[in-house]
Nanobody, 122 residues
Framework: VQLQASGGGLVQAGGSLRLSCAAS????????MGWFRQAPAKEREFVAA????????YYADSVKGRFTISRDNAKNTVYLQMNSLEPEDTAVYYC????????????????WGQGTLVTVSS
């Protein structure tokens, strides 16, 4: 499966952005989808994930209540709605896909998009 992330940009603290990740290739609806991020000089970290049907979602504690992950299997797209953004959210955001159970370990996600930069100014 090939993934293409988009929607990043520059936003002021307290603002919102919506990231999109379009998938092509194999059957999108079979895959668990996730978002990870990597800030400058920091390791990549899990942000959110959603099951194949959309009925199960998982969030990092740092974004819970502010970010919402969703998917549209008819459009082969997963979204990350980010509200109440903070400067600490500044990072390159990557979408990822995997089959099987949920995990927050990025090394267990075999498919990755190219990343989209989110910059939150204070």
């Amino acid at each position: 499966v090939q993934l293409q992330a988009s929607g990043g940009g520059l936003v002021q603290a307290g603002g919102s952005l919506r990231l999109s990740c379009a998938a092509s290739g194999r059957i999108f609806s079979s895959y668990r989808m996730g978002w990870f991020r990597q800030a400058p000089a920091k390791e990549r970290e899990f942000v959110a994930a959603i099951g194949w049907s959309g009925d199960s979602t998982y969030y990092a504690d740092s974004v819970k209540g502010r970010f919402t992950i969703s998917r549209d299997n008819a459009k082969n797209t997963v979204y990350l709605q980010m509200n109440s953004l903070e400067p600490e959210d500044t990072a390159v955001y990557y979408c990822a896909a995997r089959l099987g159970a949920h995990t927050t370990y990025g090394s267990y996600w075999p498919y990755w998009g190219q990343g989209t930069l989110v910059t939150v100014s204070s």
